[in-house]
């Protein structure tokens, strides 16, 4: 059983950095794909970045080069560093996972856990 819980949101000013965290706290850990996603007010929960069974990974384009997704598989937590953050950043973001290898797909209905989001401002 998959239970998720995202870490390290917070207040911003644009060019700031912030690194957020989020750790399978359930009895196994068995998921294969990870993933960031984003979602505004008003908007579309929208892919930022995924890993993969093998550790490749796949970002959205509009964050390519800024944000790093990783994992650490000893502590089971997936990790996102977001460097030379924008306005346009600001938003919920959710961790998600499956136990299933999904490749690098960055599409939020193929992820089967998730969790309660942590929200990030840029101003």
């Known amino acids: 059983h998959v239970q998720l819980v995202e870490s390290g949101g917070g207040s911003v000013q644009a060019g700031g950095s912030l690194r957020l965290s989020c750790v399978d706290s359930?009895?196994?850990?068995?998921?294969?794909?990870w993933g960031w996603f984003r979602q505004a007010p008003g908007q579309e929960c929208e892919g930022v970045a995924v890993?993969?069974?093998?550790?490749?990974?796949r970002y959205a384009d509009s964050v390519k080069g800024r944000f790093t997704i990783s994992k650490d598989n000893t502590a089971k937590t997936l990790y996102l560093q977001m460097n030379s953050l924008k306005p346009e950043d600001t938003a919920m973001y959710y961790c998600?996972?499956?136990?299933?290898?999904?490749?690098?797909?960055?599409?939020?209905?193929?992820?089967?856990?998730w969790g309660p989001g942590t929200q990030v401002t840029v101003s």
């Open positions: 998600a996972a499956d136990s299933r290898d999904l490749g690098l797909v960055l599409d939020k209905s193929f992820f089967t856990y």
């Open positions: 359930g009895y196994t850990y068995s998921s294969n794909s």
């Open positions: 890993v993969g069974k093998r550790d490749g990974t």
